[in-house]
């Protein structure tokens, strides 16, 4: 139940909601990846797309996941529709903030330092961080024409406004990962790092993700061409990823 009094923006005392959406992730790196997060968020609320393996035991064996939703029938071809019942089910906790989260992202220590500073303001209601596609591996991540996610920000955290207008794109594929009204929200650029394992795959592993995004989206509708194709690149332009000391605080 939505508390109606509270006021809207806090800076102190902020609740922060993970939330993810999953499917057959048992065994790759959601343990991980809910272990972390046990460790600096209130909650975490998990959609299940159907999955077939353990990964429903998996996240129940959390005491921070205080929200899961199975699927019955796999959603994977309607992203949008599973991005509308997580942002549903995100928000039924009464949340503060939410962080948007896939089953294979880690904060960097300093991001995780940082986050309830990052909450506990009253100047802007979004942040984006820095993304990183590791390839190959997690040591290092690619860098080239199609692969620079890195060099602009994403937005993963935002404060939950109850009576703001939310818009999702209704997209079966590469849907945003939170509503795009967003962007008309004061927000926060940090510097603050995401590693990303998505694709810190064997080239086998990384050919099966070829197949599966030609074979949802051959003529390119929603994403690009020479992206899916460059994904099979023999010799990617790879660039070791170095962990820092802590950044300073920005004013």
């Not at 962080?99 to 904060?107: I, K």
């Not at 920000?153 to 404060?159: G, P, Q």
């Not at 939950?160 to 008309?184: E, G, I, N, W």
């Not at 064997?202 to 509708?221: C, F, N, T, V």
Request: aromatic share 12%; hydrophobic share 35%.
């Amino acid at each position: 139940m939505i508390n109606k009094g509270r006021p809207l923006r806090k800076t102190s005392g902020n609740r922060l909601t993970a939330m993810m959406q999953v499917r057959n992730e048992s065994g790759r790196y959601l343990e991980q990846v809910l272990e972390e997060l046990s460790g600096f968020v209130d909650d975490i609320v998990i959609v299940d797309d159907a999955s077939t393996d353990g990964t429903v035991r998996l996240c129940e064996s959390f005491a921070k996941v205080t929200k899961l939703v199975t699927l019955e029938g796999s959603r994977f071809n309607r992203e949008w529709e599973l991005r509308r019942i997580l942002w549903e089910l995100a928000v039924s906790t009464d949340p503060d903030w939410l962080l948007s989260v896939d089953a294979d992202e880690f904060y960097e220590e300093e991001a995780k330092r940082e986050m309830r500073r990052l909450i506990d303001q009253d100047v802007y209601d979004w942040v984006a961080f820095r993304l990183y596609d590791f390839w190959g591996g997690t040591t290092h991540y690619r860098e080239d024409e199609h692969w620079n996610i890195h060099t602009k920000h994403t937005r993963t955290l935002v404060r939950y406004l109850p009576q703001f207008y939310y818009f999702t794109p209704q997209m079966d594929h590469h849907v945003p990962r939170l509503p795009l009204s967003y962007a008309v929200l004061p927000g926060f650029l940090t510097e603050l790092r995401v590693k990303h394992y998505g694709w810190a795959l064997p080239p086998e592993a990384l050919r099966e993700k070829y197949d599966r995004y030609m074979e949802l989206d051959p003529e390119g509708k929603w994403g690009s061409l020479e992206q899916y194709a460059s994904i099979l690149d023999e010799n990617p332009r790879l660039v070791e990823w170095q962990e820092r000391r802590r950044l300073g605080r920005p004013e």
